[in-house]
């Protein structure tokens, strides 16, 4: 089954320690993605990464970092996470088609469970 | 800065009632609008839009954008309580980052 999977699903932490959230897909997408969700703000993007070893920062990257080592996995990594970090995490996958690579990419945009961070 | 802003927050219909969702945007370089619903968790894609005056369907929903007024419509006729969800709206400005509104939330009652 074609799909984006993220571990863990829900992860309750202290401020300071150190975590990764890890996101993987199955169907070979050059083009990944991480998001936040809080209310009242909607959906921003933290990064994203145009195949292996090519990330670049979205709007919201500050207090976060990524790596792109395999095509399949793109983790978020919070250094020394904060209370102002709590929030529903997605990660996002599409491929990248040539040409125009834009709407391409959105319009087929495959969104993981969700991860629910909580830093105390 | 780029801006979305989706009206209304929220709303209230019955089953059968017909809504409209707006999305209106102030971008650089736009390139293209997409609609999402996102019901539970993940977000699903529902239309993406690029051309004014092309309008989009999917059995009861519909959308279309305006370019020159900046606006797009999401259009859900005969409501069903399986349509409640937040709807998104997101645009495309350039070869950027994806920038998202903060979402209408419908509640379709039985």
């Given amino acids: 089954e074609a799909q984006v999977t993220q571990n863990p699903r829900y992860l309750i932490t202290v401020t300071g320690k150190k975590l990764t959230v890890t996101c993987s897909q199955n169907m070979n997408h050059e083009y990944m993605s991480w998001y936040r969700q809080d209310p009242g703000l909607g959906l921003r993007q933290i990064y994203y990464s145009m195949n292996v070893e090519v990330t670049d920062k979205g709007d919201v990257p500050e207090g976060y970092k990524v790596s792109r080592k395999e095509k399949r996995n793109f983790p978020l990594i919070l250094e020394s996470p904060s209370p102002n970090q709590t929030s529903l995490y997605f990660c996002a996958s599409s491929r990248t088609p040539s040409g125009s690579w834009g709407e391409g990419v959105y319009n087929e945009q495959f969104f993981g469970p969700g991860t629910r961070l909580t830093v105390l | ?110």
Avoid at chain 2, 4 to 32: A, I, K, M, W
Avoid at chain 2, 91 to 102: D, E, H, N
Wanted: hydrophobic fraction near 35%; charge should be neutral; proline fraction near 4%.
């Fill in chain 2, 1 to 110: 800065e780029d801006k979305v802003v989706q009206s209304p927050l929220s709303l209230v219909v019955h089953e059968g009632d017909t809504v409209t969702l707006n999305c209106s945007y102030e971008v650089t370089n736009f390139r293209s609008l997409l609609w999402y619903k996102q019901e539970k968790k993940a977000p699903t894609f529902l239309f993406m839009l690029t051309s004014s005056g092309i309008e989009k369907k999917s059995g009861r929903l519909s959308s279309i954008l305006d370019k020159k007024e900046l606006f797009s419509i999401l259009n859900i006729t005969a409501t069903q309580t399986g349509d409640s969800a937040i709807y998104l709206c997101a645009v495309i400005p350039g070869y950027s980052t994806l920038t998202f509104g903060k979402g209408t939330m419908l509640l379709v009652s039985p």
